[in-house]
């Protein structure tokens, strides 16, 4: 039997996904955050930060209320935003992913350490490291279970549209063996949620089919190419603004996974 790790909110052991708890989750793809995928993805996680960063530190206003959706337990992407935004909903269809979000944000027992992020973003901003985790931290406000798959994915609660909208490494995941047209379905729900003029800032895994744990290959994710996810955006009523795209080395032998590049996607609903 795998440990399983019980939330405040679960009231229950359930498992991350077909793998994971979310501890294990987070120390799987999480602990020692910025060197971690050298060997196997090479500076992914620098390329990831760098990426949220360049955008909200740009001239665009981003507004006040941002949601992410498919939060997991991480708060990385949300480092960069927090600075500019001061309202964060953070949202999941997984109950104990949120627990474990409001565990960080309150300074619970044990929680996972972020520090080593937040010292990377604040030294790309010029900023103190510990004002900065504590902006995040007040930054996010609620966390809201979600699901993409619904026409309203935040139903039943009620939130005005957001003014920004993060979403990474989420769509992939929820559409795991569901196809491209549930994708791009999933794509247009999660966009009623952006209102006019908002934005949309998403990173997406490319070509990923497997992951690899204990040794073994589990089939994972959607495997997506960047002009499919673009299309999608677009019919989802996004208008495409910036994209960068981070592709991992070639290796035989993945160690984590078989994914081939990183998508950042700036998108406006003009
Ligand atoms: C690969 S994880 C990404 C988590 C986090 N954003 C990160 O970067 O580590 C995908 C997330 O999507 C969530 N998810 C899966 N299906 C979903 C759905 N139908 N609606 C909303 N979130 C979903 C999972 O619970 C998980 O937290």
Redesign the pocket.
Same mark, same amino acid.
């Given at each position: 039997m795998e440990a399983r790790i019980t939330f405040e909110d679960q009231g229950k052991d359930q498992p991350?996904?077909a793998h994971f708890s979310v501890q294990e989750?987070l120390d799987y793809?999480?602990s020692d955050v910025m060197t971690k995928y050298d060997e196997d993805e090479g500076l992914s996680m620098p390329w990831i930060l760098d990426q949220f960063h360049r955008t909200f530190a740009g001239e665009k206003d981003f507004g006040n209320r941002l949601l992410?959706?498919?939060?997991?337990?991480?708060v990385?992407?949300l480092i960069s935003a927090s600075r500019v935004c001061s309202e964060i909903v953070c949202? =999941?269809? %997984?109950q104990g992913?949120l627990a474990e979000i409001k565990r960080w944000k309150n300074g619970g027992e044990n929680v996972f350490d972020w520090s080593t992020a937040v010292k990377y973003v604040s030294g790309l901003e010029g900023t103190g490291w510990e004002s900065r985790q504590e902006q995040l931290r007040t930054a996010i406000k609620d966390t809201v279970l979600? =699901?993409? %798959?619904k026409e309203n994915?935040l139903h039943p609660a009620a939130f005005q549209q957001f003014d920004t909208i993060i979403?990474?490494?989420?769509l992939?995941?929820?559409c795991c063996n569901k196809g491209r047209s549930t994708y791009a379905k999933?794509m247009k729900n999660m966009c009623t949620l952006l209102k006019q003029g908002g934005y949309l800032i998403l990173?997406s895994y490319i070509g990923v089919t497997y992951y690899v744990k204990d040794g073994k290959r589990s089939p994972d994710?959607l495997n997506l190419d960047a002009e499919f996810v673009l299309k999608s955006i677009s019919k989802a009523g996004i208008t495409v603004l910036e994209t960068s795209v981070y592709e991992t080395p070639e290796r035989e032998t993945p160690l984590y996974s078989d994914v081939k590049a990183l998508l950042h996607v700036i998108g406006k609903k003009i």
């Open positions: 991350f996904d989750y793809f999480y992410d959706v498919g939060s997991g337990p991480t990385y992407q949202s =999941d269809i %997984h992913a979600c =699901d993409v %798959h994915p979403a990474a490494y989420c992939e995941e929820a999933a990173q994710n």
